[in-house]
């Protein structure tokens, strides 16, 4: 936002301090896949397991950062930062739960987050179901435009806490998609969407954290039971 860099820049000319600006930095995408992705700033190479060009600028948030530790003289080697970058997780933020097929989950609970999911989702090909819970309280309507359109199927759940009924939320998806299939509990959700694709294709899980947290729940409990499938990024 304009208005709020030129407010930074007029209290640090007052102050004397020096303002570092992200949006300076050249990032440029390198390669993206489900385990992760590179890109480079300002000519550095950098890899991160978290995906979404948001991620990128996080990732080079942390880089300016340490770049202005060195103008202190306190010193971080570049190694450590890549190395940190590297090892950092974000459980149920674009989340990859398995490959085979390929399960996301994404805890975006207001229309903020739904368009940073979106924006993601539109580099990825298959997309084939959406699990899809929202909480009573947020802007379903505008959640719901945001995401429906983007896929073939739409499986309405609920999560754990002061969740929307599915047939509200389904009044705002039929705007958008007549594919609809209702299941209030999210494990069955989970495994009808498992029957419905093939490798290669997408189901994503998002509209609530809490949704997310009682999948992932209950995918881990899956696979302590049966280990076998294959499963990255808990």
């Not at 992705?37 to 880089?63: P, Y």
């Amino acid at each position: 936002d304009p208005t709020i860099v030129s407010y930074f820049q007029e209290v640090c000319q007052q102050k004397k301090s020096p303002l570092f600006l992200v949006q300076n930095l050249t990032i440029i995408p390198k390669q993206q896949s489900s385990a992760g992705q590179s890109f480079l700033v300002d000519g550095e190479e950098f890899q991160i397991q978290m995906l979404g060009k948001h991620q990128q600028t996080n990732a080079a948030t942390a880089f300016l950062a340490i770049h202005a530790l060195q103008r202190r003289e306190i010193t971080i080697p570049k190694s450590a930062l890549k190395t940190g970058l590297l090892k950092a997780t974000w459980p149920g933020r674009l989340h990859v739960i398995s490959t085979s097929p390929l399960i996301m989950l994404d805890g975006a609970h207001n229309v903020a987050g739904m368009e940073t999911a979106v924006e993601f989702l539109k580099t990825i090909p298959n997309r084939k179901i959406l699990i899809l819970g929202i909480a009573q309280d947020k802007e379903i309507a505008a959640m719901v435009k945001l995401i429906a359109p983007l896929f073939e199927q739409i499986i309405i759940t609920q999560g754990n806490y002061k969740p929307a009924l599915v047939e509200v939320i389904a009044v705002e998806v039929k705007k958008y998609n007549p594919n609809i299939t209702l299941l209030p509990n999210p494990a069955e959700a989970l495994l009808h969407a498992q029957k419905m694709v093939d490798d290669g294709e997408l189901i994503f899980v998002t509209g609530s954290l809490y949704l997310v947290g009682d999948v992932l729940k209950e995918w881990n409990l899956h696979q302590s039971r049966h280990p076998r499938q294959e499963q990255i990024q808990q």
